[in-house]
């Protein structure tokens, strides 16, 4: 009994060193921004490249919520006026990932183009 919880002691250990290595990992992958305002996202095409992690960061400064969405991606984030989110993409292959404000049918969606 007391290996199963030396056992158990050790995996826990591993398991957070994995953690902290990932989480420091994470600390040194590039980041992207997008953001919208009046309307419309800027830049409506962002460029990142393939095969490599990035965050990608939305910044709201319209007045109302919005909710970021790409299907491409997997994601949908809500977004309060004036505050901003990250979101930690893997690497993904090249191709366009288009995005939107499932909230508002009048923003004109943007996309990501990975080369």
């Known amino acids: 009994m007391v290996l199963v919880r030396s056992a158990g ?3 826990v250990g591993i ?3 994995v953690i902290v290595a990932a989480t420091v990992a994470r600390a040194d992958v590039p980041a992207a921004e997008i953001r919208l305002r009046d309307g419309k996202f800027e830049p409506s095409e962002l460029s990142v490249v393939a095969g490599e992690p990035f965050k990608l960061r939305v910044v709201n400064e ?5 909710e970021f969405e790409s299907f491409g ?3 949908e984030r809500i977004v309060s006026p004036g505050e901003s989110i990250e979101i930690n993409l893997q690497a993904l292959q090249p191709g366009s990932y288009d995005f939107f404000d499932d909230f508002h049918d009048d923003v004109r969606p943007g996309v990501i183009v990975v080369k």
């Open 73 to 75: 991606l997997h994601r």
């Open 9 to 11: 002691r050790a995996t």
């Open 15 to 17: 398991v957070a060193v």
């Open 62 to 66: 319209s007045s109302d919520t919005i």
